[in-house]
Each structure stands twice: as structure tokens, then as C-alpha cells.
């Protein structure tokens, strides 16, 4: 999603980037104004676009305020024809259910709000400049009206959104709602299930009504709803592995007196790409074949000691995959040592990751044959 954007700015230090689909939309809309009628209807056009950009942001952004405040950084938003998305880095919040599901209320919650007060104060403000304006005259949302539009298209995006159609704002709510009496995975497929409901019904009524801007919206929200499910698993997933059934215990380690040509020859013999760099039975740091190779290239040869990475975290073999996933992507790093009272007994990296993981789950699913047979 990130790869297929540009970025666009700043604001209250989120990151904003546009969808190059977003683009498109502009210059269809253009093009197809400016063939038909004349400039002004063209620039119209553009003007009713800007106002729904505008309304997105603010949507998004009440989302990654709200989140922000409550912990979680918003990595960036992302413009997209059909409305934004705010990407938030959940990897340092500790999950804790007990206030997770407020939280999750509060976030979800903050876009729609930010449409209704938007539409409300500018309502306000329209019928105290000029008592007699046309605001509820019909199309209420056109670009012939800029300043109906920008009341009733903010209307319109506030109760969309919150309609209980998972992974729409409203669904979220409900998420939220459910995961109160049961686990993660299962609220999110409870809600996905009403999500989906709703997805085929925009999508035969855009059909009948050949609308196909409903079509569309039901389209994209029946596949969101699956992506969402799928990522709920998996995070369950991380979060029953513990790190010693997929860690690895054979593994090569490198002592800090080693010399960086000593470390490359012993990387040479083993597929392991990162190595716990340590003294004794203590571990110092880490270090990975890259490092390795970037420090002969830039100093010629040296000791491990001044190339090695000291700032490292370890984990204990009872802890979560998930846990451990929140470590790596806290310290950019690619290895976690694994120690077992002090005693460095396994390493996890996220090269071996995905495998060990697959051959866990292979593992899994054959004892789980082996006890129905
Ligand atoms: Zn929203």
C-alpha cells in the first residue's frame, strides 16, 4: 500500500502520502468535466475533489490524534479514492484487552466525529452569514454548490463510515464491542461476517441502481474485511508461539577478540546471516554477515568488538513470537538472542523466522492428525 503512494507533506507530524489511484481520480475527473462542459464546471469539479480530500484528511487525522494520544503512533495516512487510511505503529503498545477495547471505541470513533463537527460548524456558519442559503436544496452534494457540498459530503462521510460494516469505522466499534466477552480473533470474525453482509448488499444495490461507486465501495470493503481477518489470525498465531519451539539451537556464535576476517571465514561455513557476538557465557552483541563485510570494506580488518552492535535485547524461551516481533522492529534489529537464565540457549532471526514457522505449524497440524486418528 506504502510502495504505490507519494508522499504529500506533514501535518501535526503524520506523515500524509496520496495513492497514485488518487491521482488518477483527479485527472478523470478533469477530463471528463472539461470534454463536456465548459472550464469553470471543470474547475468546479476540481474544487468538490479538494473538498473531499480535505474532509479525508481531517477524518484520518482525528483517527491518528486520538490514537496518538492514547499510545500509538500513526505511521503515516494514506489518501485512497474511496477514503483514507491511517496506519498505526501498534508494534510498542503493550496489548492489554482489559483496556484495549476502550481504546480501540475512542480511535474509531474520532473520524466520523471530526465530519459531524466539521458539517455542524459549517452549517452554523453558512446560515449566520446568509439566513436564506439553499441548504437543503437537492443535489446536496454537487460541484454546482461548493459550500452545500462541503456541509453535506462532511454529513455523509461521518454516517457513512459509521455504519457497522467491518472494517468501517462503525464495524470497528463493534469489534471492539464484542472482543469484551471473547478472544481477538473471534470478535474480529464476528465482525468481519456482518462487514461482508453489508459489502454484498452495496454492491447489489449499486447494481440495481447502477451506481458503481457502490459497487466499488462494497467490492473494496468485502476485501478489506478478509485482509483484516487474516491479519487477526496470524497476530493470534505470534501470539501462542513461544520462542523456544521456533528458535534455533544450532547456531554459530562469535567471540569480540575475533578478528572481522576470522568472522567472515566462520560466516562462510554456516547459512546463518546474524551471530550473537559473546564472551564466555556472556553475551556482548550482535552482529550480522552485512556489518561484517561493510566494516573489512570501509576499515580493512579489525576486531569484532568495534563492529559489533551492543544494543541488543534478549528474550526469555517462554516468550511470544509476538512479543519478540515488538523487539526486533523497536531496535531495527534482525536477531533475537534467546537466554534461559542467563544462559544464551537459542537464537531467533528473521531469516530462519518464516521457515521455523512453517515447519511448526507442519508439526502441529501432524500431531493434531495424530490424536483424531
Ligand atoms: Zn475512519
Do not use: C
Not at 21 to 40: G, K, N, P, R, Y
Not at 118 to 140: D, E, R
Request: proline fraction near 4%; charge should be neutral; aromatic fraction near 8%.
Amino acid at each position: 500500500m506504502r510502495s504505490w503512494s507519494i508522499p504529500a507533506g506533514r501535518l501535526f507530524g503524520i506523515e500524509i502520502r496520496i495513492h497514485l489511484t488518487f491521482l488518477f481520480l483527479l485527472v478523470f475527473i478533469w477530463t471528463t468535466e472539461s470534454a463536456t462542459q465548459d472550464m469553470a464546471a471543470a474547475w468546479r469539479g476540481l474544487g468538490l475533489a479538494g473538498i473531499v480530500f480535505g474532509s479525508v484528511i481531517l477524518h484520518e487525522l482525528g483517527h491518528a490524534l486520538v490514537a496518538r494520544r492514547d499510545g500509538i503512533p500513526a505511521k503515516a495516512i494514506i489518501l485512497l479514492p474511496i477514503g483514507g487510511v491511517t496506519l498505526l505503529d501498534e508494534s510498542q503498545a503493550i496489548p492489554d484487552p482489559a483496556k484495549t477495547w476502550k481504546r480501540d471505541i475512542h480511535v474509531a470513533i474520532a473520524g466520523p466525529f471530526v465530519n459531524l463537527f466539521v458539517a455542524g460548524i459549517s452549517a452554523l456558519i453558512v446560515l449566520a452569514v446568509a439566513p436564506h442559503f439553499p441548504l437543503w436544496t437537492k443535489p446536496l452534494v454537487h460541484s454546482s454548490n461548493l459550500v452545500r457540498s462541503l456541509v453535506w459530503g462532511n454529513v455523509y462521510l461521518g454516517l457513512f463510515n459509521l455504519l457497522p460494516a467491518y472494517p468501517m469505522d462503525g464495524g470497528r466499534v463493534l469489534r471492539a464491542l464484542y472482543s469484551r466477552q471473547m478472544d481477538p480473533v473471534r470478535a474480529t470474525q464476528r465482525a468481519v461476517r456482518i462487514g461482508h453482509v453489508f459489502a454484498i448488499l452495496f454492491m447489489m444495490v449499486g447494481m440495481l441502481m447502477s451506481n458503481w461507486w457502490l459497487v466499488m465501495i462494497g467490492f473494496f470493503l468485502f476485501v478489506g474485511a478478509q485482509l483484516e481477518e487474516r491479519s487477526a489470525v496470524f497476530q493470534s498465531v505470534l501470539q501462542s508461539v513461544r520462542l523456544e519451539e521456533v528458535m534455533l539451537t544450532d547456531f554459530a556464535t562469535l567471540s569480540p577478540a575475533d578478528t572481522l576476517e576470522d568472522a567472515l571465514d566462520k560466516a562462510v561455513h554456516t547459512l546463518q546471516d546474524d551471530f550473537p557476538v559473546v564472551r564466555g557465557t556472556d553475551m556482548v552483541g550482535v552482529i550480522s554477515k552485512q556489518k561484517i563485510l561493510d566494516a573489512l570494506r570501509v576499515n580493512g580488518n579489525g576486531y569484532v568488538q568495534a563492529a559489533m552492535n551492543r544494543i541488543f535485547d534478549v528474550s526469555s524461551k517462554q516468550e511470544s513470537l509476538a512479543s519478540s516481533f515488538r523487539k526486533l522492529s523497536a531496535h531495527n534489529l534482525s536477531i533475537i538472542p534467546v537466554v534461559d537464565e542467563q544462559r544464551l540457549v537459542g537464537i531467533v532471526t528473521l531469516q530462519n523466522l518464516m521457515h521455523s514457522m512453517a515447519l511448526l505449524a507442519e508439526s502441529r497440524k501432524l500431531r493434531r492428525e495424530g490424536l483424531e486418528a
